[in-house]
């Protein structure tokens, strides 16, 4: 809270500074950021549902975010594939996406769909939604897209989910699709994705802001620090949609992790990330908004031990 208030967050929306600005906070509109005392961004979260469902075309398969279930999905967004005809490494299709959500429907420990891939074989300004398209055409559990990025990507993309739940009315009670932000760290949020955020919540779809700040990259040298600049990123856009429409159904969503010193990049899959995980988990419970986190993952380089063990406790500490 000392830093949302002292330092601040970066919001590059005009939507979203005025929504600020009407709430009390201190916003600089030439730099684009927000301070906001915590006693508002309290105020804000209590208003956050606690529970909720995720619908899917076959009401059986709905999900209930209650806090005592934990459900497993594909996840996004990979841009290359290893072929399984071939067993080439390409550049990911279209064709992926479909025939990955055959696997995953099939697959009775898969509860749910997540854009697995990027269809790099369609226009970069509609990918996303040839990528939802699959959904309504092959498996009948609730969907997360992962390349909405723009208020008209969102809006097509919400009209596209009420025809499948059969009108906008419906999908609100039920719906099909939810809407996952990634933060811009450290401190900071897109603007797109703020604006295309704020539509969904408008919406009733369940929308989340996920953090991936790396510890000595986008986030401080520690895990501690890296943990609070990302929860600052997180709690600030979830206020937002809650000063917005109050009750809109949101989620806690993280993917911190330590960054390779050798070249900057993102690892993804050490055993910080089982520590972010956990802490995370309790972070989401503190604020009792349903959590959606990294799961899977390992540095290891091949199908081993390692990899084993780093993936049982990648998914078991966040669930816990």
């Given at each position: 809270m000392w830093i949302i208030e002292k330092v601040g967050v970066r919001f590059p929306s005009e939507r979203a500074l005025d929504i600020w600005a009407a709430n009390g906070a201190t916003v600089d509109r030439e730099k684009k950021t927000v301070k906001v005392k915590g006693e508002l961004i309290e105020s804000a979260l209590k208003k956050c549902p606690p529970v909720y469902p995720l619908a899917a075309r076959n009401p059986d398969q709905d999900l209930m975010l209650d806090g005592n279930h934990v459900f497993l999905g594909t996840d996004g967004c990979g841009v290359e594939v290893i072929d399984i005809h071939t067993g080439l490494r390409r550049t990911s299709e279209l064709q992926d996406i479909r025939d990955i959500a055959r696997i995953a429907d099939a697959t009775e420990e898969v509860a749910f769909h997540w854009v697995p891939v990027s269809a790099q074989d369609t226009p970069v300004e509609t990918r996303?939604?040839?990528?939802?398209?699959?959904?309504?055409?092959?498996?009948?559990?609730?969907?997360?897209?992962?390349?909405?990025?723009?208020?008209?990507?969102?809006?097509?993309?919400?009209?596209?989910?009420?025809?499948?739940?059969?009108?906008?009315?419906?999908?609100?009670?039920?719906?099909?699709?939810?809407?996952?932000?990634?933060?811009?760290?450290?401190?900071?949020?897109?603007?797109?994705?703020?604006?295309?955020?704020?539509?969904?919540?408008?919406?009733?779809?369940?929308?989340?802001?996920?953090?991936?700040?790396?510890?000595?990259?986008?986030?401080?040298a520690t895990l501690a620090g890296t943990l609070v600049v990302?929860?600052?990123?997180?709690?600030?856009?979830?206020?937002?949609?809650?000063?917005?429409?109050?009750g809109a159904p949101v989620f806690y969503a993280a993917a911190q992790t330590a960054s390779d010193l050798r070249t900057g990049a993102y690892t993804g899959g050490g055993p910080e990330d089982f520590l972010f995980g956990a802490a995370t988990n309790i972070l989401s419970d503190f604020y009792n908004i349903p959590l959606s986190m990294g799961s899977f993952a390992t540095g290891a380089k091949a199908p081993n031990w390692q990899a084993g063990i780093e993936n049982s406790l990648s998914t078991s500490w966040p669930a816990s």
């Open positions: 996303g939604l040839h990528e939802i398209k699959q959904f309504g055409r092959t498996p009948p559990s609730m969907c997360k897209p992962e390349s909405i990025y723009k208020e008209c990507e969102a809006k097509a993309a919400i009209d596209m989910a009420a025809m499948i739940a059969g009108g906008k009315d419906a999908l609100r009670q039920r719906p099909v699709l939810s809407l996952m932000q990634c933060t811009a760290s450290p401190l900071g949020h897109d603007g797109g994705s703020l604006d295309a955020a704020m539509l969904a919540a408008e919406a009733g779809i369940p929308t989340g802001f996920m953090t991936m700040a790396a510890c000595l990259t986008t986030g401080p990302g929860n600052a990123e997180v709690i600030t856009g979830t206020a937002l949609l809650q000063l917005a429409y109050p």
